[in-house]
């Protein structure tokens, strides 16, 4: 066959020696030398459908190795991966000194474009167990763990040896994983080309969310847009945010700029924990509401509000590290963090600037999206074209800035318009223009002029 060719000839290419040729050989060609589920261990045994592989890949546990196998489908340096490979013969020393000999089943003979490997899948507490147990078999060296037994048995074949800790992928990243595997499976790569050449034109002036980049593409869902992912033609912060909430998981053109979101969000959650541990004073803030502190979350927060708080904690890290004092704006700032921690609200959350710290009430709209939205609120949802707002809020092509990025209005604040608008109509068709006016929101630019006629009347009068 010729998955089966190719990786024989990678082997040969890669210099495995005969010996490691015909272990290769024996199990690409043979079913699993066991079946999981079957032991003392109280594990969650998996079948995986792998379209890679094109059939079932055994998991022994859905909390260990299972994450390998959602990570190894979609990366496109693997080439192939084989469950429960034929045993080999491992040679252990005793504390006593002598020599036990035991054959052993690795979890997955993995197949790279750079090299071939044994993979043995553990969790981070069960290998620091192992390394605090069995110094004479198990070791960690720069956080990398090894079993040095397992490995000079792989060697004496020309195999390579690798512990994949199963922390490595999060929760996050394990259910972004499962949904872009999803969107491989069952969407339809006959768009792919053409929806990607519009999307990488939209993303040249920056990220977007999901739900902004389909509406502005037309398409009916997000599918597509997970396809291209999953194929790493687009990019998103896969262990960051969670892409079943497409109102503000981000898609960007390239990879650096995913990566550089992500390690600016690791810096934020490194900063927050130097300050809930104590390294800046926090008198206000009793032991319970520390406790209660929400993580840090990406949702909480808009895509500038968050940008914003990663700038302002990027510049006062030194501050929180006692490298030097704080000056006039850091100590507000710091004020601010520790009246946020106070009530319970993350520290990125209560450094963001708010509208709302400014005295208002909410982000004011300009001319244009007040326009716009009325148009098509007027065009579509009071003449019942579209069955729902939210149909009439995706409809919208709303306007640009400067730099070509749309302004959308969030879609609450749509149907709070709607609802305005509507009333407005029905006030106008009972008491024409000033009855209408008067039912306005206050933000509204007709509302306000006439509201400030209004006060010079009352100041012409007195």
């Not at 070791?139 to 490595?168: K, M, N, T, W």
């Not at 992500?262 to 509401?289: D, H, K, M």
């Not at 993350?346 to 982000?363: F, K, L, Q, Y």
């Amino acid at each position: 066959m010729p998955l089966e060719h190719n990786i024989l000839k990678l082997a040969e290419q890669l210099g495995i020696p005969s010996c490691g040729i015909d272990y290769i050989t024996r199990v690409i060609t043979s079913p699993p030398s066991r079946r999981v589920g079957h032991s003392r261990h109280p594990n969650v045994a998996t079948r995986f459908a792998s379209s890679k592989m094109g059939m079932v890949i055994q998991a022994e546990s859905r909390t260990c190795e299972y994450p390998f196998l959602l990570r190894n489908e979609l990366d496109p340096d693997t080439i192939a991966f084989y469950c429960q490979p034929e045993k080999l013969q491992v040679r252990r020393k005793l504390p006593n000194g002598k020599s036990h000999v035991s054959k052993h089943t690795y979890d997955y003979l993995l197949i790279r474009r750079d090299n071939i490997q044994l993979i043995e899948c553990r969790d981070r507490a069960t290998l620091e167990a192992l390394v605090a147990n069995k110094p004479l078999h198990w070791v960690c060296e720069q956080g990398l763990f090894r079993c040095l037994p397992y490995q000079d048995a792989a060697r004496s074949i020309g195999l390579g040896h690798r512990i994949f800790c199963a922390d490595e992928v999060g929760a996050i990243e394990s259910a972004n994983l499962s949904i872009l595997i999803d969107a491989l499976r069952n969407v339809p790569g006959g768009l792919d080309e053409r929806v990607l050449e519009r999307a990488l034109r939209k993303l040249e002036c920056g990220s977007s969310t999901l739900d902004s980049l389909r509406s502005s593409l037309r398409l009916e869902s997000p599918a597509v847009l997970l396809r291209l992912i999953a194929t790493h033609r687009l990019h998103a912060c896969l262990d960051v945010q969670y892409l079943a909430n497409i109102y503000t998981a981000r898609v960007y053109a390239t990879e650096s700029e995913a990566r550089e979101f992500a390690e600016a969000f690791e810096t934020a959650s490194s900063i927050e924990r130097i300050l809930l541990n104590g390294s800046v004073p926090t008198s206000s803030v009793t032991s319970e509401a520390r406790a209660n502190i929400r993580t840090l979350s990406v949702d909480a927060l808009s895509m500038v509000e968050l940008e914003e708080s990663l700038r302002r904690l990027r510049q006062i890290e030194p501050v929180l590290k006692h490298e030097r004092a704080a000056n006039r704006t850091e100590r507000r700032w710091l004020k601010r963090m520790r009246e946020g921690i106070a009530i319970g609200r993350s520290p990125t959350e209560a450094i963001a600037s708010r509208a709302a710290d400014r005295g208002n009430d909410e982000v004011r709209l300009d001319e244009d999206q007040l326009v716009c939205a009325e148009n098509a609120i007027r065009k579509f949802w009071l003449t019942h074209i579209q069955p729902s707002m939210r149909a009439t809020w995706l409809a919208i092509e709303w306007p640009k800035d400067a730099n070509g990025q749309e302004k959308p209005i969030s879609y609450a604040r749509f149907c709070e318009l709607c609802d305005a608008v509507e009333e407005a109509e029905r006030e106008r068709a009972r008491g024409g223009h000033r009855a209408a006016q008067s039912v306005l929101p206050a933000s509204h630019p007709a509302a306000r002029v006439e509201s400030k006629a209004s006060s010079r009347i009352v100041q012409f009068h007195r």
